[in-house]
């Protein structure tokens, strides 16, 4: 648990108790309520019923208000429930971009009393199969241009119903009609596939407007999602987060956050994917309990089609990471919108840059204050205040009704500040546990808090900044990618002796490079590799340097010392 101070360091002092409650703004409460709702169906029924005539989703010029939202999620509950038969408990796998189909299937799958196992759209055959076959969904719904991965992945796993959605469906007739021509037949974003037995999504939705739909009993402790993570192991994991967990999430934060927003006025930026947890849990949560006006992007990594679709859309939130925020900052019709009524900018999923968010400071005139988070805390554990001026460095304060502390190699707790340890965290948002792990103890959890592997410090008014971490996890644009996934593909080509992975830093964040050992008298370039790699792994897995070497450094006993060459690569 090694960490080199740069510069200055303060003095340490001794601190006991909670120093951040005193540095909670004005309206911060310490604690909130996370029994407020029995589950996330009754505050899903509380604010479409409140805010029946606001528009709760927009997506390519097509808005969605909450009564119409209330409509269609009853009528895809219906269908789930008496058109599948799927009961209470069972999973259920959403394989879509921020489509408004996203938001009807989630809370429809919610109001049918499912589990949701988000979906990255992105995913490798392989990926894919691994994930439901872990988590053994009897039914998924997937967006057309992915489901010709879903046809090499099918016939591994045990997904009984194919629900398949076009980007148009939600568009209308005739602008949907032109939307899914164009993305099939013009920009051929739909490559061939095979799912004999799949149901059209209109057809799902047209038989549940004639089918019953029921109200299914649900409590704090009923699963309401399935989120994948990862873990030390390098396999990914499905965190087993409840409704309470979610809801408790949820009101840390209004807590946090409230202060600044109103119910009912809000209008928030998603341009980060509804199947990542940071999006879920705000954008998809949040901006709901508060009757708020999503509008969804589904493709933010073109940037300028992004900016466009901004025009006329005078936002007062946007939630990013680093990546899209730098991008954001450098396009020349971004920095001419106008942002006079932009009041809440959130970081997260990855480290914000200081230069990246003195920049969005000066242009839009919001702070750009950064959270940290983990899919095991549903998942949001601290963030940086709203009274703060700028830019300080740390991921903020611990949020409401949680519990944050700091130990040593041996387990024991820190009471000293700016001395690094080990993160660990308690609160009404942390998961029970991983799915299928049946209470095993794989060091998780530490006497009842939540092991974070990421190293910190605590300053003497409770700000917490992350100095490292502990696990070899690699955070490319918010999304965890291990190196083990990533040595296992290399190893696979016959020419690779010994491959490993490690995370570099480049101006966009953090990236992976690959270190490799060819066989002996192997031929084999950069280029084939790479080529390799694709086959396998999702895009923002695909190491993105690769360096030959005769030999990697490793220890006595043969271990690769990964730390030695993120080091050399510093």
Wanted: glycine content about 8%; charged content about 20%; some cysteine.
């Amino acid at each position: 648990m090694e960490h080199i101070p740069s510069g200055p360091q303060p003095t340490p002092t001794a601190f006991s108790g909670k120093p951040w409650l005193s540095r909670y703004p004005a309206g911060v409460p310490a604690e909130i309520d996370a029994d407020r709702f029995t589950s996330l169906l009754e505050m899903f029924e509380q604010s479409v019923n409140e805010f029946a005539e606001l528009p709760a989703y927009s997506n390519f010029g097509k808005t969605l208000c909450y009564r119409e939202l209330d409509i269609l999620s009853r009528d895809f509950a219906a269908y789930l429930q008496q058109g599948l038969g799927l009961a209470p408990g069972e999973r259920i796998a959403l394989m879509m971009p921020n489509l408004l189909q996203y938001p009807v299937c989630l809370f429809g799958a919610l109001r049918a009393g499912l589990v949701v196992v988000n979906v990255n759209p992105l995913y490798t055959a392989r990926e894919l199969a691994y994930q439901l076959n872990d988590a053994r969904p009897s039914t998924i719904v997937i967006v057309e241009n992915f489901a010709h991965t879903l046809t090499e992945a099918l016939k591994e796993t045990a997904v009984k119903n194919v629900i398949l959605t076009r980007m148009g469906d939600h568009l209308g007739l005739v602008k949907g009609a032109m939307v899914n021509l164009a993305v099939k037949y013009i920009k051929k974003l739909v490559p061939d596939y095979q799912l004999p037995g799949a149901v059209a999504y209109k057809t799902a939705m047209a038989r549940g407007k004639r089918l019953v739909y029921t109200r299914p009993e649900l409590n704090g402790d009923s699963l309401a999602f399935l989120q994948y993570t990862g873990g030390t192991t390098g396999r990914s994991k499905g965190a087993m987060l409840s409704h309470r967990n979610m809801l408790a999430n949820v009101e840390q934060c209004i807590g946090v956050y409230g202060p600044v927003l109103s119910t009912g006025q809000e209008q928030v930026v998603t341009a980060l994917p509804l199947y990542h947890v940071f999006a879920l849990t705000v954008n998809g949560l949040l901006f709901l309990r508060l009757g708020a006006h999503n509008l969804l992007i589904t493709n933010p990594r073109d940037i300028p089609g992004f900016v466009r679709e901004l025009r006329g859309y005078d936002f007062t939130c946007i939630t990013g990471v680093n990546t899209l925020f730098n991008a954001l900052v450098h396009n020349a019709d971004f920095q001419s919108h106008d942002f006079h009524r932009l009041k809440l900018t959130i970081g997260g999923g990855m480290a914000v840059q200081r230069a990246v968010a003195e920049q969005w400071q000066a242009i839009t005139g919001s702070k750009l204050l950064e959270g940290y988070g983990l899919t095991e805390c549903s998942p949001l554990v601290t963030v940086c205040p709203y009274d703060m001026e700028g830019y300080n460095g740390t991921i903020g304060l611990p949020v409401c009704s949680t519990e944050v502390r700091l130990v040593d190699d041996n387990g024991e707790e820190i009471h000293l500040t700016h001395t690094p340890g080990e993160m660990e965290v308690k609160g009404p948002q942390v998961m029970s546990g991983y799915w299928g792990q049946n209470g095993a103890d794989d060091g998780t959890f530490h006497d009842g808090w939540l092991r974070t592997g990421d190293i910190a410090t605590i300053d003497e008014q409770g700000f917490l900044t992350i100095v490292d971490r502990k696990k070899d996890m690699i955070l490319v644009s918010g999304f965890n990618v291990f190196p083990n996934e990533i040595e296992e593909v290399a190893m696979q080509h016959p020419a690779v002796l010994e491959a490993a992975a490690v995370g570099v830093s480049r101006h966009q964040g953090e990236v992976v490079k690959l270190v490799v050992v060819k066989k002996p008298g192997a031929s084999l370039d950069e280029k084939v590799l790479l080529d390799h790699c694709r086959q396998y792994l999702t895009a923002y897995k695909v190491p993105k340097v690769i360096e030959f070497r005769d030999e990697l450094p490793k220890t006595n006993v043969g271990k690769i010392l990964r730390r030695e060459l993120r080091e050399a690569a510093a």
